[in-house]
């Protein structure tokens, strides 16, 4: 596609579910990012891919959470059994390797009730 | 580790000039960016300075000092659209960080008429 495009645009669910979230990145894009943006807030780092591999998954805040991305393209990221604190915006960007513009899907809201 | 410092909120007239500073701390410099984020969207690319220098792009300008670990993003001629949140983020080469991009917490910019 033309752009980055993440699913779904919004997921209410209920506390303890699991959750998918996917991300397509840009056709040709080796490296992808995963943030969350919880209301009024910054952008928290997640989990960052070149190709396949994840050189850092420091920033995943459980083991809950957890993400893997095969083919070099789309990304997945999961989180079980969700909690309220998980409410925020997901966003995913993605660049060509080292490139010097990193764009960002329109990301995906989670609730959780 | 790194650290990203920007001011939380500006105010800044219609028509005039501003500028919104940022300073960072990391072990592996590998490009500077500055996003424009409007409340309830995704981040959208503004700039992006590896070298030192000033980098124009229309009414935008992005300025960086690597020597000083400094940059800033100068918004001209502003309108009521400017309006935002602005990012600015560095991605980082360091330790084992593969690359990954840490964003600041964001400058909530306010034209006033």
């Known amino acids: 596609g033309a752009g980055v495009s993440q699913s779904p645009s919004n997921k209410v669910t209920e506390k303890g579910k699991d959750v998918e979230l996917r991300c397509d990145p840009i056709s040709g894009h080796t490296a992808l990012y995963w943030y969350r943006q919880s209301l009024g807030q910054g952008l928290e780092f997640l989990i960052y891919f070149q190709g396949n591999s994840a050189p850092d998954k420091s920033g995943l805040p459980s083991d809950r959470f957890s993400a893997e991305r095969t083919g070099g393209s789309v990304s997945t990221l999961t989180i079980q059994r969700t909690q309220q604190e998980d409410s925020a915006v997901y966003l995913c960007?993605?660049?060509?390797?080292?490139?010097?513009?990193?764009?960002f899907g329109e990301g995906s809201w989670l609730t959780v009730v | 580790g790194q650290n990203i410092d920007q001011p939380t909120e500006m105010t800044a007239t219609e028509g005039a000039i501003v500028q919104i500073n940022c300073t960072y701390q990391t072990s592996g410099f590998n490009g500077l960016f500055w996003y424009q984020q409007h409340a309830g969207e995704a981040p959208t690319f503004l700039s992006y300075?590896?070298?030192?220098g000033l980098e124009e792009k229309g009414r935008f300008s992005s300025f960086l000092s690597r020597s000083k670990g400094y940059s800033y993003l100068l918004l001209k001629e502003l309108q009521m659209k400017d309006s935002a949140s602005y990012l600015c983020?560095?991605?980082?080469?360091?330790?084992?960080?593969?690359?990954?991009?840490?964003f600041g917490q964001g400058t909530e910019l306010s034209v006033k008429p």
């Open positions: 983020a560095v991605r980082d080469l360091g330790g084992n960080q593969g690359g990954k991009l840490i």
């Open positions: 300075n590896v070298l030192d």
């Open positions: 960007a993605s660049s060509r390797n080292w490139g010097n513009t990193i764009y």
